[in-house]
Every structure is written in structure tokens, then in C-alpha cells.
């Protein structure tokens, strides 16, 4: 027996020194992994601006196997669209003591990213123009407002539209191309001269514009090899409106573009040209996923759709008939009526001294885009958006200098909440 017991003795210590360096590599790489989620956390936000920190997206992750080996946890993680180095690692869905087993999406399946699409890249179809007020203007078309609006919210917007050969059109292309905007897309025609617009404002902060036709971005084209080029940026989102596609033109290059881009989520702003458009609208209707319009469109709209006239009633019916995933009804200085992942809500108007109302409702418009690429609460993007619009219609011009920063910086009226998410 002492035979037998001294001679298991080194054999026992052997076991228990490998036991003590199993535990000891252990230890080491689970602070190793530690590490290497907080380090690529901070990495991904050194490398984003403070417009990307703010309007960066809901990440989708997805834990594809996750299994314990001896108090180890191993993960296999796949994050869509990982090119994209702005996207935040929650870690804290990285904790070693969570089993994961199922697969895991956040967000509302309806607007979340199809494989292969670009969250950031978002393509904006319709007019380039002057706005010319009385002795004075500035450069405009509700398309390029809402592109230039959207890059100030982080977005990669690839603008579709075309200018004239004439001197309003080169300071266009100059103005645009200072702009957070992709000018790939934007092309130069002798055909029609740039386009412009009257302007005439009416009391409560109404516009009236009276658009001249044909204009250059009438003209606009799209051959094979651009379609193609449009088609490898996987745009998340495709936005576009009335008075573009009002020409036969336009609307066969919007129909190229639906069929080109069909996991793109459709955003359609109205703003009703002055004219019948009657069938037009119907059709643009059936088209979108995302509907925007103010008040007074909200009336022609019911008139040809026989919806009802009243803004939670139409926001519903309108989703049921025509497969819209959120609606919004700009109510002027009274705010909004909001209908997203199929809850209602409304939020009051922020209070501001109003500089120009122009061009405010296409910030609005970039703002509601961004509230369900974030997925917020539907109250959340009504008031951000409302925030977004107030700050823009405080100030002259349809695009004027801003940031995200300042809506954080912002002084809130009496009895108005700040989005939390800011």
C-alpha cells in the first residue's frame, strides 16, 4: 500500500498542476474575450462623427451557436452588413454567463434590412430647382431638400435628378455638390433649363409655389450601366414624390427604379404639384410602404381615395388598404399624427419663431425616416421629427446649416418632453 501510495503522489500532483493551468487559460480567455468586445466597441465609435453616434442604427445581431466548453462560452456571431465600421456592439448581449441558443433580431421585421442591403444608402428621385422669392433665391426641390437633411442625420443619400447647361444650372451643381449628398447620379441636359419655382407665402406660414415646366429634370435619364451601379449600393431606402414622376418620363424612370430595388422600403411625400393628379396619386399610393402629408394634402387625398378625412381613421384604413408600414400627417404648427408598427399617436408642435417655412417639412420627412430606420416608439419619432422640422423652419432657407448636436443643446419650450434617445 506505501508502495502503491507513493507512487500515485507525482501522478495526482501532475493531474492537479494540468487542472491549475486549464483554469488558469481559462481565466485568461475569458479576460482576453472581455477585452476584445470592449476594445471593438470603442473602436467602432472612435470611427464614427457625432451625427453617426446619434443616428446610428439598431444593430441586428444574430447568435448563430452558442455552447459551454468546460465554463467557457464559445459564440459564432454574424452582424449584417459588417463593412459598415460605424455599427455599435451592444456587449451586453455579450455576457459569458447568457446561453445563447436561439437566434436573436431586434426591430420591426417589416423596415429591418433585407441581406445584402445598405443600411446608410438611401436614393432620392425627383427635382432639382430655384425657389425664387421677391428679389431673392435659394436653391430647393423637396428631393434634394430631404437628401441634404438626411446627410445631416448620418445617411448616404445618392441623389437622381438633372440640371441645366445654363448659369442657374452650374451654381446648382456647385451648391449640391457642398452638399452631404452623392452628385453621381446628377446629370446635365441642354434640353430644358434649370428648373424654378415662384414662390408665393400665404399667412399661417402656407407656401404657394408656381412651378415653371418643362424643366431639366425632365430630362432626367437612366441607361443600363447606371442602373446597374444604382443597383450594387443596396439602398436601403427609396425615396420619391409627385411632381417628378407627373411626366410620362419621370414616372418610367421611377418604375425602373421599384423594379431595380425591391427590398427597398418605399417612401412616398406627396407634395401635390398644383395640378390633377388625381390617378397619379393613387398609384404612387400603392406603391409606398411610407406615406408623408400635410393637412392640406390629406383633403385632395381623401377626395380621390374616398378615405376618411380624419387623421387616425385615414392613417388606419389607408395602412389596411394599401400595405403601408407608417403614415405620417403634418399638422403645421399643431404637429403631427403619426401611425407606425401599427400604433397612433400625435404630438404637439414646437414653438419657434418661423424664418421660412420652407423646406422644414423635407427635414421633417428625413427625420420621420430616421425614427423607424432607429425603430423608436411611434410617439418618440413624432416629437424628434417635429423637433427636427421646428429647427429648420427657424431658420432661412431650405437647407440651412445645422446639426444633430444642436437638437441635444436645444431649450425645450414649457411642456415639451425631449426624445429620451437623444
Known amino acids: 500500500m506505501e508502495g502503491l501510495h507513493s507512487s500515485a503522489c507525482p501522478q495526482q500532483k501532475k493531474l492537479t498542476s494540468s487542472a491549475n493551468l486549464r483554469s488558469f487559460i481559462v481565466f485568461f480567455l475569458s479576460l482576453r474575450f472581455a477585452w476584445l468586445c470592449r476594445s471593438s466597441q470603442r473602436h467602432a465609435w472612435r470611427?464614427?462623427?457625432?451625427?453617426?453616434?446619434?443616428?446610428?442604427?439598431?444593430?441586428?445581431?444574430?447568435?448563430?451557436?452558442?455552447?459551454?466548453i468546460r465554463n467557457l462560452l464559445s459564440f459564432h456571431l454574424v452582424i449584417p452588413n459588417s463593412s459598415d465600421a460605424r455599427k455599435r456592439i451592444d456587449s451586453r448581449c455579450l455576457?459569458?454567463?447568457?446561453?445563447?441558443?436561439?437566434?436573436?433580431?431586434?426591430?420591426?421585421p417589416n423596415l429591418s434590412l433585407q441581406d445584402g442591403q445598405?443600411?446608410?444608402?438611401?436614393?432620392?428621385?425627383?427635382?432639382?430647382?430655384?425657389?425664387?422669392?421677391?428679389?431673392?433665391?435659394?436653391?430647393?426641390?423637396?428631393?434634394?431638400?430631404?437628401?441634404?437633411?438626411?446627410g445631416r442625420l448620418g445617411y448616404r443619400p445618392s441623389l437622381i435628378s438633372a440640371v441645366g447647361t445654363d448659369a442657374?444650372?452650374?451654381?446648382?451643381?456647385?451648391?449640391?455638390?457642398?452638399?452631404?449628398?452623392?452628385?453621381?447620379?446628377?446629370?446635365?441636359?441642354?434640353?430644358?433649363?434649370?428648373?424654378?419655382?415662384?414662390?408665393?407665402?400665404?399667412p399661417g406660414g402656407r407656401t404657394r409655389f408656381v412651378i415653371e415646366r418643362p424643366a431639366a429634370y425632365d430630362a432626367t435619364q437612366l441607361s443600363s450601366r447606371e442602373l446597374e451601379r444604382l443597383i450594387r449600393l443596396a439602398p436601403a431606402w427609396l425615396y420619391y414624390g409627385t411632381l417628378f414622376s407627373s411626366?410620362?418620363?419621370?414616372?418610367?424612370?421611377?418604375?425602373?427604379?421599384?423594379?431595380?430595388?425591391?427590398?427597398?422600403?418605399?417612401?412616398?411625400?406627396?407634395?401635390?404639384?398644383?395640378?390633377?393628379?388625381?390617378?397619379?396619386?393613387?398609384?404612387?399610393l400603392a406603391h409606398a410602404q411610407v406615406v408623408k402629408l400635410n393637412e392640406h394634402e390629406l383633403l385632395r387625398v381623401q377626395e380621390c381615395t374616398g378615405l376618411p378625412s380624419e387623421t387616425e381613421p385615414f392613417c388606419r384604413e389607408g395602412a389596411e388598404r394599401y400595405g403601408w408600414q407608417a403614415v405620417c400627417i403634418t399638422l403645421g404648427a399643431r404637429g403631427c399624427a403619426m401611425l407606425a408598427h401599427g400604433r397612433y399617436a400625435e404630438?404637439?408642435?414646437?414653438?419657434?419663431?418661423?424664418?421660412?417655412?420652407?423646406?422644414?417639412?423635407?427635414?421633417?420627412?428625413?427625420?420621420?425616416?430616421?425614427?423607424?430606420?432607429?425603430?423608436?416608439?411611434?410617439?418618440?419619432i413624432a416629437e424628434f421629427a417635429n423637433r427636427v422640422g421646428a429647427l429648420v423652419a427657424a431658420r432661412p432657407g431650405a437647407i440651412p446649416?445645422?446639426?444633430?448636436?444642436?437638437?441635444?443643446?436645444?431649450?425645450?419650450?414649457?411642456g415639451v418632453r425631449r426624445p429620451q434617445a437623444l
Open 47 to 68: 470611427n464614427c462623427n457625432n451625427s453617426d453616434r446619434l443616428a446610428v442604427e439598431a444593430l441586428e445581431l444574430r447568435v448563430l451557436h452558442a455552447r459551454r
Open 95 to 108: 455576457r459569458p454567463d447568457t446561453d445563447f441558443r436561439d437566434v436573436i433580431v431586434t426591430g420591426d
Open 118 to 150: 445598405n443600411g446608410r444608402s438611401i436614393v432620392v428621385l425627383g427635382e432639382v430647382l430655384w425657389d425664387q422669392f421677391e428679389g431673392f433665391r435659394r436653391l430647393g426641390g423637396a428631393p434634394l431638400n430631404f437628401a441634404a437633411h438626411a
Open 168 to 202: 442657374l444650372g452650374e451654381e446648382a451643381a456647385s451648391s449640391i455638390a457642398a452638399l452631404d449628398v452623392d452628385t453621381t447620379f446628377l446629370q446635365t441636359t441642354s434640353r430644358f433649363p434649370t428648373g424654378r419655382a415662384r414662390v408665393e407665402l400665404g
Open 247 to 284: 411626366t410620362s418620363e419621370g414616372k418610367s424612370v421611377l418604375s425602373r427604379l421599384l423594379d431595380a430595388f425591391p427590398a427597398a422600403v418605399r417612401f412616398y411625400d406627396l407634395n401635390l404639384p398644383n395640378c390633377d393628379s388625381t390617378s397619379l396619386v393613387r398609384e404612387l
Open 347 to 380: 404630438a404637439e408642435g414646437i414653438r419657434v419663431k418661423v424664418a421660412d417655412p420652407v423646406g422644414a417639412g423635407d427635414a421633417f420627412a428625413a427625420a420621420f425616416m430616421h425614427g423607424l430606420i432607429s425603430r423608436w416608439p411611434v410617439a418618440q
Open 401 to 414: 446649416e445645422w446639426s444633430v448636436k444642436e437638437l441635444v443643446n436645444y431649450e425645450d419650450p414649457p
